[in-house]
């Protein structure tokens, strides 16, 4: 990292550390307790729909504040620890490969914007589905266009 260009980059971050109220939507634990439970793979482009982040945030009676840093679980270490070694190679050998994650959409980027949330997290590969369908990227519109952090690959202990 060159350190002398003092104009743009995560350094600046990591001067003090990103805090605030975090907010957990543990979609991984939803999508099982459905009936029927939904079943997926963290390992796929399953894309989680904004309609059914509101909908667990309803359920959880849940709001998001301006300047909240909201966390969505998948599983994916869970997955991943269930691996063999030979799988975990195969994926990694991949050139593209898939991961779940939220889904990319004007509308998804249009509520979080209006919600104030200050950063997003998960523990997803990335945050958002990849590869991205269509034409949004959360990544641009929200890293590079907003400046907002995303966190990704963090691992959600669920006890």
């Known amino acids: 990292m060159d350190t002398s260009n003092e104009r743009i980059g995560t350094h ?5 550390g990103i805090a605030g109220r975090g907010v ?12 029927p439970p939904i079943k997926y793979s963290t390992f796929s482009t399953h ?4 309609s059914t982040l509101q909908q667990i945030l309803k359920e959880t009676k849940t ?13 994916v270490m869970q997955e991943w620890d269930s691996w063999t070694e030979e ?16 889904e990319a959409s004007l ?17 997803a590969i990335s945050w958002e589905v990849f590869p991205t369908p269509g034409e949004v990227s959360c990544h641009e519109y ?18």
């Open 12 to 16: 600046h971050w990591c001067k003090q």
């Open 24 to 35: 957990l939507i543990d979609y991984a634990t939803w999508a099982a307790q459905q009936t």
């Open 47 to 50: 894309a989680i729909p904004l």
């Open 63 to 75: 709001e998001l504040r301006r300047g909240d840093i909201l966390f969505v679980r998948t599983a």
């Open 87 to 102: 799988q975990k190679k195969s994926y990694a050998a991949q050139e593209e490969p898939t991961h779940a994650g939220v």
């Open 107 to 123: 509308e998804l980027l249009e509520w979080i914007w209006d919600s104030g949330v200050s950063a997003v997290a998960g523990d």
């Open 142 to 159: 929200m890293l590079a266009g907003w400046g907002m952090p995303i966190g990704e690959f963090l691992d959600f202990v669920v006890r």
